[in-house]
């Protein structure tokens, strides 16, 4: 985009993109290629020797782009038939364009650190595609579910919590209200926490009871915006507008999932919103994002637990899909490797469909990667600057900073974190709640 900084990169030695490109990514290659070894004879059972065969099949692709990455080979157009195809081909000549290295081809270290970590996902993919019948097998299913697993006693707290508010939601003072709104925010943004990507597919669930940390875990806030949400869902309440929509995109399944549904659940039972719009990925990607699969399997998780306010919330959550009172969207956008701004001319339907919105919440770090393009930003840039002309309704990143990435600080606010703390950035430690309303 011009007028914008570069591209964040694996060029810096050193940097956080570097280091991912070098050591995380690898990591996540050879515990994907574990994955599928370990599950040769679940394939074989579900579709004899053709099931072995594509088991061996994917897994010499993928040892094949493990290799690519360690040698810093160019980066090659896909090659199997799929809605995004072109899409990736298209960017992908156009990354070309901007090469300025000698041979002109992309590379993992020498491309943007966006464009090379979306593709690495996107490969991951086309080696199961390329391998049927296992060619709708999610490679991080497992992590996934066990995430979920690790993260019960959590999973309790919050839904007692929920159930035991929900009863009397109805006689809260505004300000109580508000209250409870800013607990059910917090607690998603501290849900963010637990991606998988980070641990190379470790699992790192939530163990600690989040809502006992919460105020402790405040000073962590950077940037933290949720008054401007509470004036506008406050006075949409107060209007008593007939339909108040909030859209979130949503980042991992599993914890963060769930503190997502609880906060979307609070919100339509404390009359903040009237419908919540979710968007999720159509393909597996960065190891812990959430899509249809996941989505439903954790409802119905959560609506089969022996736990009795578990399950009430699983049967309402349930319900409110049934209604269409939550509406679940994927669109093959969120797997693209492009920045939001580009949003209204690549996918323009989906710009659309978020036009619509009274409030968009934007989960993670990913998605703000995205929002602010993976550029080198001035820390003290204003987000809407950095978001490029990307504004299709009020939106909000809810996100734990694991990227060098940030805008919109107080000057020297940047600098003096980064004297006490100098992997702020990318520690996961901090958050944000970020806004912008103008459109
Ligand atoms: O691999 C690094 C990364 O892209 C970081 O931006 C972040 O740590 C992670 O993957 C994704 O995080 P999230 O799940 O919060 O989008
Ligand atoms: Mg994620």
């Known amino acids: 985009m011009a007028g914008s900084p570069e591209s964040l990169s694996g060029q810096d030695v050193g940097s956080f993109a570097y280091i991912t490109i070098k050591d995380r990514t ?38 094949k782009l493990r290799n690519e990455l360690q040698t810093d080979k160019p980066i090659v157009p896909l090659v199997e038939k799929f809605a995004d195809t072109d899409i990736w081909n298209q960017y992908l000549e156009y990354q070309q364009g901007l090469m300025k290295e000698s041979d002109g081809k ?53 839904c007692t919590y929920l159930q035991e508010l929900m009863k009397t939601v109805e006689q809260l003072g505004e300000d109580q209200l508000k209250n409870e709104f800013f607990k059910f925010l917090q607690i998603s943004l501290w849900g963010n926490k637990c991606d998988l990507s ?118 309402d959550w349930e319900n409110y899909v049934k209604m269409g009172r939550w509406v679940y969207h994927d669109h093959i956008f969120w797997t693209l490797p492009h920045e939001y701004c ?11 469909e978020l036009q619509k919105s009274d409030l968009i919440l934007f989960k993670g770090d990913l ?38 990435i940030q805008v919109g600080l107080q000057p020297g606010q940047g600098e003096e974190l980064a004297a006490s703390e100098p992997n702020w950035l990318t520690n996961g430690n901090y958050g944000i709640f970020q806004f912008d309303g103008s459109l």
Request: with cysteine; charged share 25%.
């Open 26 to 63: 690898p990591q996540i290659l050879t515990k994907v290629i574990d994955t599928l070894h370990r599950h040769k004879s679940e394939f074989f059972e579900k579709h004899g020797e053709e099931g072995t065969e594509a088991g061996k099949k994917a897994i010499s692709l993928l040892s």
């Open 342 to 352: 580009t949003m209204s001319q690549v996918a323009p339907d989906l710009y659309a």
């Open 106 to 158: 992309p590379r993992w270290f020498y491309s943007p650190w966006l464009f090379v970590e979306c593709y690495m996902y996107r490969r991951i993919h086309e080696a199961i595609i390329q391998s049927p019948p296992i060619d709708d097998f999610d490679v991080f299913q497992e992590l996934k579910e066990q995430n979920f697993f690790e993260s019960q006693e959590s999973i309790m707290t919050l």
């Open 198 to 315: 980070r641990s190379g597919g470790e699992t790192s669930s939530q163990k600690n009871n989040l809502m006992s940390s919460l105020e402790d875990l405040k000073p962590f806030i950077l940037v933290n915006d949720m008054e401007h949400l509470w004036s506008l869902l406050g006075s949409c309440k107060k209007r008593e507008k007939s339909s108040v929509r909030v859209d979130i995109v949503l980042d991992n399944s599993g914890f963060e999932l769930t503190t997502d549904l609880v906060l979307a659940s609070f919100l339509l039972s404390s009359k903040l919103a009237t419908e919540i719009h979710f968007y999720g990925k159509r393909i597996p990607w960065f190891v812990s994002d959430t899509t249809v699969h996941d989505f439903n399997w954790l409802i119905d998780q959560v609506k089969h637990s022996n736990h009795k306010w578990v399950s009430k919330s699983g049967v």
């Open 367 to 404: 998605n703000y990667r995205k929002l602010a393009g993976d550029r080198k930003w001035a820390f003290t840039i204003p987000f809407h600057q950095a978001l490029n002309g990307f504004h299709p309704a009020p939106l909000c990143s809810i996100r734990t900073l694991k990227a060098e």
